[in-house]
Structure formats: C-alpha cells, structure tokens
T-cell receptor
Framework: GEDVEQSLFLSVREGDSSVINCTYT??????LYWYKQEPGAGLQLLTY?????DMKQDQRLTVLLNKKDKHLSLRIADTQTGDSAIYFC?????????????FGQGTTLQVKP | DTAVSQTPKYLVTQMGNDKSIKCEQN?????MYWYKQDSKKFLKIMFS???????INETVPNRFSPKSPDKAHLNLHINSLELGDSAVYFC?????????????FGPGTRLLVL
C-alpha cells in the first residue's frame, strides 16, 4: 500500500544540524520530495531527489536516500530560527503519472535560540 | 504576482450550510488539486483536475464537489457542512518537468464549522 511515515517532532538549538527522517513504501517512485510549511502558510517545495541518486546537496540541505531500506532523510546544517516549520516528505505512488503525492504526517522542527 | 490564490482565507459557518472555496492559478499549469489538512497537520489529496478533466477523486463524501470552469480555476463546493469538515483546505497546481512534478500550494482556507 501507499504509506509515508515521519517522526512528528524535532527540537534543536540554533547552529546545530537537524536530521528529519522518513520511510516510504512504494519502491517504484522516480522522485521523492521534501516540502516545507511555515506557520499559517501553504507548502513549498524545498528539495527533491531522483530515485537513482543516493545523495543530493543543496547549500545547507543534504538529502540522503537509502532505496534498499526505503528511507529518506533531510539534513539541515547550521539550523536557523527561520528553519522552524513543518517538513513533509512526499512520494508519488506508482509511476507518478497522475501528479498525486502521498505525504508523510509532517515533522515539526523547533529551533531554539 | 504569479501564484496560487484562494478565497476566502477564513470561513466560519454553521453546520448544515453550503459553502464554496475558490482557487485560481496564473502559473499556466495544466493540473490543479484540492488537499485537506486536518488538525494534526495530516495532508490528504481530495481531487485533481488536468485541463478541466477530473483525474483523481479520492474517497471523499459526495457533499464535496469540485468544479473547474477553465484550467486556471478549481473551485470546491461543500454541501451540508459537518463538524468534521473543519480543516484547512489547500489548493495546488503543478508543473511536470522531465518526469518531476513540482506542486505549488495556495495559502489555504481555514474552515471552521460550528
């Protein structure tokens, strides 16, 4: 079935690294995504990774993909208070042709000054 | 500004009423969506339209009826509102580039049913 799971809450100190984890079930997904939701706003695409990659780095963001374990992680280096938000991982079920995305429950990241 | 916009931003209404939420995107995208986000922040797709044609219809009560008058608009009408309909409803549109789908979300409509 289609299922994406995340831990619900993470608290870090400003300047530390944050690691948000996600597990998914559909191994045929071509892309996996991370979206960010700031308070009172809609979701914004943060980054994505193609399924034949193990790692993708984009400035302070590092995405790691372990296809064997169906595990995706998002690392935020030098976490800032502005990074406080809810982070959702998402995968398109099957071939991904419909545009449908299955979202995890979201991980609330709290950054303490 | 180019964006996905929704109206109203807040909607407070009584049980049993009928209400509509409007969504417009000026990004030129072919595909639009409605999502429901509950109080626990769980986000679930409700409907998707591609070029005014319904392509995704998840298990949603018949009281919810989407309408797409053109590919830039996707409205959501809800009949006989129930307490459990209270949630944030997000509209989104998407662009597919080389097999990768990027969804652009509106700011949300916060519906409270009393």
């Amino acid at each position: 079935g289609e299922d994406v799971e995340q831990s619900l809450f993470l608290s870090v100190r400003e300047g530390d690294s944050s690691v948000i984890n996600c597990t998914y079930t559909d191994s045929s997904s071509t892309y996996l995504y991370w979206y960010k939701q700031e308070p009172g706003a809609g979701l914004q695409l943060l980054t994505y990774i193609f399924s034949n990659m193990d790692m993708k780095q984009d400035q302070r963001l590092t995405v790691l993909l372990n296809k064997k374990d169906k595990h995706l992680s998002l690392r935020i280096a030098d976490t800032q208070t502005g990074d406080s938000a809810i982070y959702f991982c998402a995968e398109p079920p099957g071939s991904g042709n419909t545009g449908k995305l299955i979202f995890g429950q979201g991980t609330t990241l709290q950054v303490k000054p | 500004d180019t964006a996905v916009s929704q109206t109203p931003k807040y909607l407070v209404t009584q049980m049993g009423n009928d209400k509509s939420i409007k969504c417009e995107q000026n990004l030129g995208h072919d595909t639009m969506y409605w999502y429901k986000q509950d109080s626990k922040k769980f986000l679930k797709i409700m409907f998707s339209y591609n070029n005014k044609e319904l392509i995704i219809n998840e298990t949603v009560p018949n009281r919810f009826s989407p309408k797409s008058p053109d590919k830039a608009h996707l409205n959501l009408h809800i009949n006989s509102l129930e307490l459990g309909d209270s949630a944030v409803y997000f509209c989104a549109s998407s662009l597919r580039t080389g097999g990768r789908e990027t969804q652009y979300f509106g700011p949300g409509t916060r519906l409270l049913v009393l």
